[in-house]
Structures are given as C-alpha cells and as structure tokens.
Nanobody, 121 residues
Framework: QVQLVESGGGLVQPGGSLRLSCAAS????????MGWYRQAPGKQRELVAA???????HYADSVKGRFTVSRDNAKNTMYLQMNSLKPEDTAVYSC???????????????WGQGTQVTVSS
C-alpha cells in the first residue's frame, strides 16, 4: 500500500517562510511526476508547483519567485519551500504523485491527506 504523508504546515506571519514535505512510502517501483496543490475555503483546488522525475519544475504565476519545489529521489520525498508568504496563500496544501507499483498500476495518482497553512498576523 502506497502512502503520501505531508508535514510542515502551520501558522506563520505575512512575509514569513514555511517548508512543506511530502514523503511517499510503500511498494513503489517508480515515483514519477509530483505536485503540490492547494485549496482555500470556497475556492477550487489549484496546482501550485510541480516537478518531474527528472527535476523539471512548473509554478503557478501567483507563487513564482516565492516558492521552490524540489525532490530527493533517494528519500522518495518532495519539498515546497515557501517564502514571502501572503495571507492569500492560506489554504490546505496537498501533494500528488504519479506512482508505478509492483501490482501493475502504472503512473497511478496518489494523494496525501493535506496540511493546513495559515498566513496571518
């Protein structure tokens, strides 16, 4: 059974920083594209940042220059460094990963449970 577990959320003041982690565990043959999504109350879920297995990154315009996505393939872990946080970054952040497993599921999407990020003074 594959699990994605996020950590690192919390309450931070505007202008502050947080680092989120997303760790994948279980029977994994390959960990492919990964991404961070967020959903604020009353809004649709949106893609914040994504990273391919080879390290190519993509960012939403709203976070470019402030957020950095990275991954450690040896640890099956993805990170999101969030700097210069704004109140509008407040949301539940969830990670998604496309994973190939020994039972024949190829590039199957898995989701973490989400972690709350609140930016407020």
């Amino acid at each position: 059974q594959v699990q994605l577990v996020e950590s690192g959320g919390g309450l931070v003041q505007p202008g502050g920083s947080l680092r989120l982690s997303c760790a994948a565990s279980g029977s994994i043959l390959s960990l492919n594209n990964m991404g961070w999504y967020r959903q604020a109350p009353g809004k649709q879920r949106e893609l914040v940042a994504a990273i391919t297995g080879g390290g190519i990154t993509h960012y939403a315009d709203s976070v470019k220059g402030r957020f950095t996505v990275s991954r450690d393939n040896a640890k099956n872990t993805m990170y999101l460094q969030m700097n210069s946080l704004k109140p509008e970054d407040t949301a539940v952040y969830s990670c998604n990963a496309r994973i190939t497993t020994p039972d024949g599921k190829t590039n199957y999407p898995y989701w973490g449970q989400g972690t709350q990020v609140t930016v407020s003074s």
